[in-house]
Each structure stands twice: as C-alpha cells, then as structure tokens.
C-alpha cells in the first residue's frame, strides 16, 4: 500500500517533533520514499542526521540550500509528493498555510502541491482552541486539507488537555486512507464486526471468548484503505480506533444486532469478523453473585444469529471459526445462513485464529469457488478478501 509512495513529511518546530522519527522510520520500513522538510525552529529539536539515517534520503532545512548534493528545486518536491504530512504542526505554520504564505521550504512546497496535504496539529492547548487557530483548520478542511484531531493528555508544559500529536498508527492510518481514497472499494459502505461479544451474569462478570478484534480491524483498515466508507462495529478490545474509520462499540450479540441492523440499511456488504456469543444468560443478576456453598447453574438461552437474521441486498460475508471438520462444517454454515462467502478459519492450527498476528483461512463462495490461503499476517488475509470483495460488488450489482 505505501511501497514507493512518495511521502513528503514536514516537521516543525514542537516538542512532539522527536515523535516524527518513529513515523518517518515506520513509513520507510513500509516500503515508502519519505522525504523530509524540517522548518528552522524544528531544527531546535532534533537532527536532520537522524531522519537522513532512517529514511537515506537528504533532509530540506533550506529553500536556498547551495550545498549541490543537496541542492533541491523549491517545487520538486511538492511535484513528486503522492501525498504531504505535517506531523507535529504547530500554530505557526497553520497560520501560514492558511495565510498562503510561502516563505521557507515547507509552505512553499504546500503552496505549489497538487497532492493531498494531512495536518496533524499539536500545541498547548490555549494555543490549538484559540479562535485564530481554530479558524485557520476551519479554513483548511473548507480547502480540501485533512486534519487530524490532536489527541489529550499529559502535555510538555506539564497541564493536561488537547493539543498531543497521536499515535504514529494514527498519522498512517490517515496517509493510508488518503492514499487509497480511488481504491477499487472507492465509495463503497462496508460494515465490519470484530472482537468477542461479552454476555453479563451479573455486573462485574460476562461470558466470553478469546477474539482479539485483530482480524476484524485488519479488515476494517484494508477497506478503508481502498477508499470504502467503513463502519467498524466492535466489542471493547485492546486496540486503538483505527483512524478514518466509523466506530461503535458494544458488547452484547443483542447490541451488535442493534446496531448492525441499522448499520446495513445503506451498505454494499457485510462482513462478520466478530466471534459472536450463540448462548447468553436467561437472566443478568442486578446484584454480584455471592460465593455459596455448593456450585452455580446458569440457564442459557439462544442469542439472535445476527448475520442470518440482518437482511438486505448488500454481500454478506461471514467467518467460520472451526476446530474439527474445518471445510464441511463452513459449508453447511455459507448454506444455512444464506452467505455469499465465507472464511473457513481453523482457530486450532499454528499462528492461526484467535489473539494471533497471522491467520490461515479457506474462502469459500456459494458458487463452490474454494481458495485455500496460506499462513499470512491477517492484515494480508483482509487484503485477499477485499480483492474478492472488489470483484464480487461488481458481479452484485
Ligand atoms: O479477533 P481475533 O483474535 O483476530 O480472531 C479472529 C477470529 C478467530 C475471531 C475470526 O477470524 C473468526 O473466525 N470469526 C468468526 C468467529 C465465529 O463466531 O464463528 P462462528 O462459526 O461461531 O460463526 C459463524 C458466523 O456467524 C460468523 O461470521 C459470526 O460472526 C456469525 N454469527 C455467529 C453467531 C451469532 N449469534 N450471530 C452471528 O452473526
């Protein structure tokens, strides 16, 4: 997705500055050509050295730089840019995008571009809600610039509040997103489920399961990545919300129904990662249950199968989480809840199904097409399946 994009990354003049490193560094390990511009006072922060280490590339501090090897054109790189990152951006150099000011290396090049600009501010709060900043980035989005929302926290003169630059994931999920806004998904809406449903017994205890979320955020962000308009329909997990990506979480099977249901009157497809409860407590105890001298009987009774039940004319695509007769057992599953596909996944071989970084998985379609998948990352997984999805929509429609 990133392999030899050309990624142009302004640095300015913040403490947050030592952050771009960890970007720069993650973005050329991706397979991009990072090209780095530092402003004078970012300069005050750390070393062009350091980012011409990580990305073997010379780093812009100077529009009128005459050392030849490093000598630049002032438009060259805002020509070869597919996409331009401002991470941390201070104040200043809102103010002066926003002004249409070109006067060092990294306005100018912001100035002269015709790719894509992401901002990502970060400041002392009183600066970032001061009305001045706040109508520049409010005349910035009205131009097309994508801003991305600072996050809050412990902040470098030592008060809390707004004005943290976010997590590296964060800033590429949103060159991601924004690099692959003509994907062969552009405008489709896909509904995505990930994580374990939580059934209470009483208000500190629930059944259930060992899913992650991993699989169903990995295809959430392979989708968004191709330019699909993606809800993310998720159980409380340890991952962070993927950036550009609408998000609802609940707990419940009855919950995820809920909102699944709404969810899918406009959608394209869905696609059901979630490990979904098939039982659920007849009653939820108001009070904790006490330790008695004997043992505990629950009485379980049946949870909605939300993807059989959820209709509509969108692609419905399930998982098939097995541990014996991993293809027959998937079959009978695509058949009774009348699927277009679905990912045969034996949760009990090595490195595959729950909690892990890597899935192995069979697609199966209702025409009988069978594609057996080897180990892969289940980032790779999400992207084989958005290749069918692709080619499926077509066929749907
Ligand atoms: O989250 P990770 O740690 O990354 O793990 C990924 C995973 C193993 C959870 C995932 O790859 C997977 O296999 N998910 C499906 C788990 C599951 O519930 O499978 P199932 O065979 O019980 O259900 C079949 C399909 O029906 C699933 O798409 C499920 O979402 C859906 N279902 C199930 C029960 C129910 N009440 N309603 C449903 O819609």
Redesign the pocket.
């Known amino acids: 997705m990133l392999t030899n994009k050309t990624i142009v990354l302004g640095i300015t003049g913040g403490i947050a500055a030592y952050k771009a490193v960890d970007i720069a560094s993650k973005l050329t390990q991706a397979g991009a050509n990072v090209r780095v511009i530092m402003t004078k006072s970012a300069l005050e922060f750390i070393t062009p050295l350091t980012f011409e280490s990580i990305t073997g590339n010379a780093v812009v501090t100077d529009m009128f730089q005459t050392n030849a090897e490093h000598r630049i054109n002032h438009v060259a790189l805002s020509e070869i840019a597919d996409v331009i990152v401002i991470a941390p951006a201070t104040a200043n150099i809102i103010a002066r995008i926003a002004c249409g000011m070109a006067d060092d290396m990294l306005a100018c090049t912001v100035l002269a571009t015709k790719a894509p600009v992401i901002i990502s501010p970060s400041m002392h709060t009183n600066m970032y809600e001061n009305s001045i900043t706040q109508e520049n980035i409010a005349k910035l989005k009205e131009r097309g610039f994508t801003i991305i929302e600072p996050s809050a926290g412990r902040l470098a003169s030592g008060g809390y509040g707004i004005g943290r630059l976010p997590d590296t994931e964060v800033i590429i999920g949103a060159i991601q997103q924004t690099l692959g806004k003509s994907g062969n998904l552009k405008g489709k809406r896909i509904v995505v489920?990930?994580?374990?449903t939580q059934e209470d017994i009483d208000p500190v205890r629930y059944i259930g399961n060992?899913?992650?979320?991993?699989?169903?955020y990995a295809i959430a962000e392979a989708a968004r990545d191709r330019g699909a308009n993606v809800t993310l329909i998720t159980t409380p997990t340890a991952l962070a919300i993927p950036e550009g990506i609408k998000t609802v979480t609940v707990r419940s099977?009855l919950q995820m129904k809920d909102v699944v249901v709404k969810a899918t009157a406009k959608a394209d497809v869905l696609l059901?990662?979630?490990?979904?409860?098939?039982y659920t407590p007849k009653t939820t105890a108001k009070q904790k249950i006490k330790k008695g001298a004997g043992g505990l009987t629950l009485e379980l009774v049946k949870?909605?199968?939300?993807?059989?039940e959820v209709k509509g004319k969108f692609l419905k695509i399930?998982?098939?989480?097995?541990t014996q007769n991993l293809l027959a057992n998937a079959k009978k599953?695509l058949a009774s809840?009348g699927l277009d596909m679905i990912?045969a996944?034996d949760?009990t071989s090595k490195g595959s199904?729950?909690?892990?970084d890597t899935?192995k998985v069979t697609l199966i379609s209702k025409d009988g097409k069978q594609e057996s998948l080897p180990l892969m990352s289940?980032r790779e997984v999400a992207e084989k399946l958005m290749d069918r999805v692709g080619k499926m929509i077509g066929k749907k429609r």
Do not use: H
Not at 272 to 278: N, S
Not at 318 to 322: P, T
Not at 353 to 356: A, I, L, R, V
């Open positions: 489920t990930a994580g374990g060992r899913s992650s979320g991993k699989m169903g099977a059901m990662a979630a490990a979904v409860a098939d949870t909605p199968d939300i993807i059989s399930g998982f098939a989480a097995e599953k809840k990912v996944n949760v199904g729950f909690g892990t899935n289940k």
